[in-house]
């Protein structure tokens, strides 16, 4: 079976992320994405939302559009249960709160107060963004009835409204932020494996042999993204399920590491990561569909219980030492 126009593209974009991260620097990808990400808010919260909501007569003519077309896409519940509605909450909360991506830039910031005060600028971009990025997409029936796949809002009218220079710079824009997104988590993964595991494991082993190893770690992590963008849905759905996993297996052990007294014992934290992700993975892909309930929320809990279940108060154990 041959592969498809998305299929060939996740292949080559994947395999150029992984070039990109060995050769690759999380310094340059700092600078790089700052510019990006302040042209992207730019065109996707201001300009293009306000381009096509004036195009479609305002936010009033765009209600009374969809109450006399189709008035159940006016209330957000429409297709979706509560419980997987929580879900897809959920699975950016808990991601975006135990990021270790974000982290890395607020914690390379020249001092505190810059640390914090990006903090909540992020917060309010990453708030209004999604709410602005709706209002525009609901505008596409409306001044493009010919476009009936909302993916390509951006793409379409990027391509119909911005000038010939803004429009290709908006392109290059969106696809060097994927790659450089991709880098930055290459680069997080691979060195946390490396200090974590690979250095325990070989303690005797020199830097470039570690480097080796590293490189290596990178190409097999790529690889295993590659297989699973081809295997999932789609590419909103592998990343929410992919943010599910991640934000299910490690959003507790951190929170009630940095925020809590208890001690925790790490064989449990360690079950209680693995079985997260992994309830969160099969829930989604088997049980999410029968009962309604993401499998985040799953995944979560059962997190939450086993970490529980290894914990014991601090001081007790201090005076027992």
Not at 68 to 74: C, R
Not at 203 to 214: E, F, L, T, V
């Amino acid at each position: 079976m041959g592969l498809g126009t998305i299929q060939q593209g996740i292949i080559i974009l994947g395999t150029v992320i992984i070039i990109l991260t060995l050769f690759g620097g999380l310094r340059g990808v700092a600078i790089t994405n700052t510019i990006q990400s302040v042209f992207i808010v730019a065109v996707c919260v201001v300009v293009i939302p306000v381009i096509v909501i004036t195009k479609a007569g305002g936010v009033g003519e765009m209600v009374s559009y969809y109450e006399a077309v189709d008035p159940a896409k006016l209330n957000f519940l429409t297709g979706m249960t509560p419980g997987l509605l929580i879900g897809y909450i959920l699975s950016n909360m808990l991601c975006c709160g135990a990021e270790p991506s974000y982290a890395a830039k607020f914690l390379s910031a020249k001092d505190v107060k810059t640390g914090v005060k990006g903090s909540y600028a992020s917060l309010i971009v990453c708030t209004v963004l999604p709410i602005s990025m709706m209002l525009g997409a609901m505008c596409l029936p409306m001044i493009m009835p010919e476009v009936t796949d909302g993916t390509m809002f951006y793409p379409v009218t990027i391509n119909t409204y911005l000038p010939p220079v803004v429009k290709g710079f908006a392109m290059f824009s969106f696809l060097s932020l994927f790659l450089t997104t991709g880098n930055s988590f290459l680069q997080l993964l691979s060195v946390l494996i490396t200090n974590d595991y690979v250095k325990p494991m070989m303690p005797d082993a020199d830097s470039h042999k570690i480097g080796r190893i590293n490189r290596i770690i990178i190409v097999a992590i790529g690889v295993i993204a590659i297989l699973v963008g081809l295997w999932g849905d789609g590419i909103y759905q592998v990343m929410i399920l992919g943010a599910g996993c991640y934000g299910a297996a490690v959003f507790f052990p951190l929170a009630l590491g940095c925020f809590t007294k208890r001690r925790y014992e790490v064989k449990f934290i360690n079950v209680a990561m693995v079985v997260g992700c992994a309830v969160t993975l099969v829930w989604d892909r088997t049980l999410s569909g029968t009962t309604g309930i993401a499998g985040v929320i799953a995944g979560a809990v059962c997190c939450l219980i086993i970490c529980l279940a290894g914990s014991r108060p601090a001081a007790k154990e201090a005076k027992a030492a």
